[in-house]
């Protein structure tokens, strides 16, 4: 089955500690993002890729750096720079960055600090 | 600025209809979607509007109206399962490099 596989489900960060957050996806997809979910706020953009060796960021990128070297694969660093990384971490794709094209969603991170 | 607004919590019956509103405020408008997500779990894509009117998917509905800045999701014959949160989320003008702006979503309990 194609899809988007996140891992791990559950990650713990120590005090100046840089994390990395795993996504891959078999859909062939183009575009690729990483957001943020906070409890009671909407999805919030963090890097976005559209095609290989190319992204962006997002609305808050600040502390957190991606890498597009696969058309498969974008994984996210969090870093110690972030100081609040507590969240729900998705990773998304979309067969292009058209405006009418679905983003496909993979189960998510759960990070917390120690 | 940008804003979409979406009721926080909304609570219905199994069998019965329920209607989640939302309303959008955005520098241009190229769709919106609706997606439902189940607690911890992905969220899964419903619906895209970028005419105005009514699209129909089984027990499922999407509307729009432009004018207005305004959608809702309508969901018929309710089943426990639906219980989830709601996502509204808008595709708004060329500048924003295909970004999508997400409202809060809505939290829809459904009660036996």
């Known amino acids: 089955d194609g899809g988007i596989t996140q891992s791990p489900k559950y990650l713990f960060r120590k005090e100046g500690q840089n994390v990395t957050l795993s996504c891959e996806q078999n859909?062939?997809?183009?575009?690729m993002y990483w957001y943020r979910q906070d409890p009671g706020q909407g999805l919030r953009l963090i890097y976005y890729?559209?095609?290989?060796?190319?992204?962006q960021k997002g609305d808050i990128a600040e502390g957190y750096s991606v890498s597009r070297e696969k058309k498969e694969s974008f994984p996210l660093t969090v870093t110690s720079a972030q100081k609040n990384p507590t969240a729900f971490y998705l990773c998304?794709?979309?067969?292009?960055?058209?405006?009418?094209?679905?983003?496909?969603f993979g189960d998510g991170t759960r990070l917390s600090i120690l | 600025g940008q804003n979409i607004d979406q009721p926080t919590e909304m609570t219905a019956t199994e069998g019965a209809i329920v209607q989640i509103n939302c309303t959008y405020q955005?520098?241009?408008?190229?769709?919106l979607f609706w997606y439902q997500q189940h607690a911890g779990e992905a969220p899964t894509f419903l619906s895209y509007?970028?005419l105005d009117g009514l699209e129909e998917k089984g027990r499922f509905s999407s509307f729009l109206s432009r004018s207005k800045g305004y959608s809702y999701l309508l969901l018929k014959e309710l089943q426990m399962k639906d219980s989830a949160s709601y996502l509204c989320?808008?595709?708004?003008?060329?500048?924003?490099?295909?970004?999508?702006?997400w409202g809060a979503g809505t939290k829809l309990i459904i009660k036996p």
């Open positions: 998304a794709s979309s067969l292009n960055r058209g405006w009418s094209q679905p983003q496909h």
């Open positions: 859909l062939n997809h183009d575009a």
């Open positions: 890729s559209q095609i290989v060796n190319d992204f």
């Open positions: 955005t520098s241009g408008f190229n769709g």
């Open positions: 509007n970028v």
């Open positions: 989320a808008v595709s708004p003008s060329r500048d924003s490099n295909y970004q999508l702006i």
